[in-house]
Every structure is written in C-alpha cells, then in structure tokens.
C-alpha cells in the first residue's frame, strides 16, 4: 500500500509540474497535445524539465505492460519444450501423464 501510495504522489507532482510549465512556457497558445509545443529548437530549461518529465511517465508505464507479456510468451515457450506447468498440474490432480 505505501509503494501504491508513493506511486499516485509522484505522478501526481509529475503531471502538476508538466501542467505548471506547459502554462507557463506556452500561456494561451496551447494546443491539445503539450509534446507539439515543445520543438527541439527550444532552448529553455523548461523544455528540457518537462521533455525529462514525460520520459519519467513513459518509462513508468512501459514496464507493465512489457513484463506481462514477456511472462506470458516465456511460458507458452515452456510449455512447448518442456511441459512444466502442464506436468506439475497433472500430478496435483492426481492424473497420469
């Protein structure tokens, strides 16, 4: 529960950072996507702030998504070659391989 709890607090001050910035380098002339604003000609500490902020995000998220499916692969591998998950309920059941 604390790690879930450290979690939201840091993306909360992560998104509240990169609305802060986004207001303060764009004000009005906002678009709908803030990564449009940002051009790589930009030579403000706040571009580099907020371009580093969206990696945090994006790194955070990548992880879960990532690993879940790399498990779910590995095991159908094993599966394939070995059996292991099969055999190991085969024998709890009861049942013959």
């Known amino acids: 529960m604390a790690a879930t709890n450290l979690g939201l607090i840091v ?3 992560i998104y509240i ?3 802060i910035l986004g207001m303060l380098m764009f004000g009005t002339k906002i678009e709908t996507s803030i990564l449009n604003n940002v051009n790589a000609q930009s030579d403000h500490w706040e ?3 907020l371009r580093v902020c969206f990696l945090v995000v994006l790194g955070c998220h990548i992880p879960f998504i990532f690993y879940s499916a790399k498990e779910g692969f590995l095991i159908m591998v094993d599966e ?3 059996r292991s998950i ?3 309920l085969e024998a709890r059941l009861g049942q013959p391989e």
């Open 11 to 13: 993306s909360l001050l």
């Open 17 to 19: 950072t990169i609305a």
């Open 86 to 88: 099969s055999r190991n």
């Open 80 to 82: 394939v070659r070995v």
């Open 47 to 49: 571009s580099y702030v």
